[in-house]
């Protein structure tokens, strides 16, 4: 059974950083790719940033120049650098992955920015 664990969620200011990290049960070149999913109270899940078993990174225009996608294959690990953020990067961050049909998600973690 493939597993996606998440951490480095927080609370933090307007401006601060954090990064996340997304631990895979499987190398994560299995994946076709792998990526950052947002949920804001009352709003559908949002891609965030998402890379590709190739290494081609896709953002939401609202986070390109302040996020970073990266992977560590040796360790089967994902990350997102987050800078300068803001109150409306505010939500429940998914590690998702595509493999087959479903995709693969973990369970969340909180990210709080206030201004």
């Known amino acids: 059974q493939i597993q996606l664990v998440e951490?480095?969620?927080?609370?933090?200011?307007?401006?601060e950083s954090?990064?996340?990290s997304c631990a895979t049960s499987m190398s994560i070149f299995n994946f076709k790719s792998?990526?950052?999913?947002?949920q804001a109270p009352?709003?559908?899940?949002?891609?965030?940033?998402?890379?590709?078993?190739?290494g081609t990174t896709d953002?939401?225009?609202?986070?390109?120049g302040r996020f970073t996608i990266?992977?560590?294959?040796?360790k089967n690990t994902m990350y997102l650098q987050m800078n300068n953020l803001k109150p409306d990067?505010?939500?429940?961050?998914?590690?998702g992955a595509a493999i087959g049909a479903t995709p693969v998600w973990g369970q969340g973690t909180q990210?709080?920015?206030?201004?």
């Open 18 to 20: 954090l990064r996340l």
């Open 111 to 115: 990210v709080t920015v206030s201004s």
């Open 59 to 64: 953002y939401a225009d609202s986070v390109k």
């Open 70 to 74: 990266s992977r560590n294959s040796p």
């Open 89 to 95: 990067d505010t939500g429940v961050y998914y590690c």
């Open 7 to 15: 951490s480095g969620g927080g609370l933090v200011q307007a401006g």
């Open 34 to 38: 792998i990526g950052w999913y947002r």
């Open 42 to 54: 009352g709003n559908q899940r949002a891609m965030v940033a998402r890379i590709t078993a190739g």
